[in-house]
């Protein structure tokens, strides 16, 4: 045995077949490890006026009975959520799809906002007025592209673990005001603003992004989601948005306004 081949059966397994923590593709196509871990999806802990709350600055007069409402209110509407396990580790686009990626790989350019050439940013928006089917075909080719890859959209629980980077509740309007692309006009060239914990950019706000799961008419996902539907799931609000809209935990479904819908994509981890 060589010395070569007896320092390979010396290491550990975990450090022989550990992971890059990102990865470029030959398009240029920046991706995330996330590696696996455990989160609870749905959870929803509505808050309700307590008294000595509900007046301030608002000049309501509530009574006794008006604040026992909101709270049996908010008690009906609550969820513990239910606990989901990320099995395997993946990588997943630290920005949504370009126009210029998209242009790479499909020849044309289905966007409503397309960059501008003089600010210097054009084809650094995301892809746009893209379909579920769309993105379908851009996976398609970009696997052909790209041999020796799997590309494909996330699942709505590999989307939200990564895009939830670790948190446990829901994101503060606060932090919102930081990560978030929205309440502006147009689209913006990703990665403006502040990353999420892991590194990934524009998880909420910009475009709404495709995941692969079927939408089960609900405003939370399920513990297994539906194998079949009349629409797929949208994940993480639009620059049209506003805090209230920006949040991991509930969904919508496709194909949404269109013109403020794109995707990010995972790459499977050998």
């Known amino acids: 045995m060589t010395r070569l081949s007896s320092l390979f059966w010396l290491l550990p397994l975990t450090q022989l077949f550990a992971q890059a923590p990102t990865y470029t593709n030959s398009l240029g196509m920046e991706f995330v490890l996330i590696k696996p871990g455990k989160m609870i999806v749905g959870r929803f802990q509505p808050t309700y006026p307590k008294p000595g709350e509900a007046t301030q600055g608002r000049g309501l007069n509530w009574t006794a009975e008006d604040y026992k409402l909101a709270e049996k209110l908010a008690t009906q509407d609550a969820s513990p959520g239910f606990p989901v396990t990320i099995s395997r580790p993946y990588y997943i686009g630290k920005f949504e799809v370009t126009q210029a990626q998209w242009q790479q790989v499909m020849g044309s350019n289905p966007s409503v906002f397309q960059g501008s050439k003089v600010s210097g940013d054009a084809g650094q928006h995301p892809v746009e007025n893209v379909s579920w089917q769309d993105a379908q075909a851009f996976l398609k080719k970009l696997n052909q592209l790209e041999k020796g890859k799997t ?9 939200e673990y990564a895009a939830r980077a670790g948190a446990d509740d829901e994101i503060a309007w606060s932090e919102i005001r930081q990560v978030a692309q929205m309440g502006t006009r147009t689209t913006n060239k990703v990665g403006q603003k502040k990353p999420n914990a892991w590194g990934l950019y524009d998880t909420l706000g910009n475009v709404w992004e495709w995941v692969q799961d079927y939408y089960n008419e609900k405003m939370f996902a ?5 194998r ?4 797929h799931v949208l994940k993480g609000a639009s620059f049209v948005g506003d ?10 479904a496709g194909p949404g306004n269109g013109w403020d819908v794109g995707f990010r994509v995972v790459m499977e981890a050998r």
Request: charged share 25%; glycine share 4%; proline share 14%.
């Open 228 to 231: 079949s539907g009349k629409q």
């Open 222 to 226: 399920d513990p297994k989601p539906p």
């Open 151 to 159: 590309y494909r959209l996330p699942t709505e629980f590999e989307w």
């Open 243 to 252: 805090v209230k809209n920006a949040t991991y935990t509930t969904h919508a």
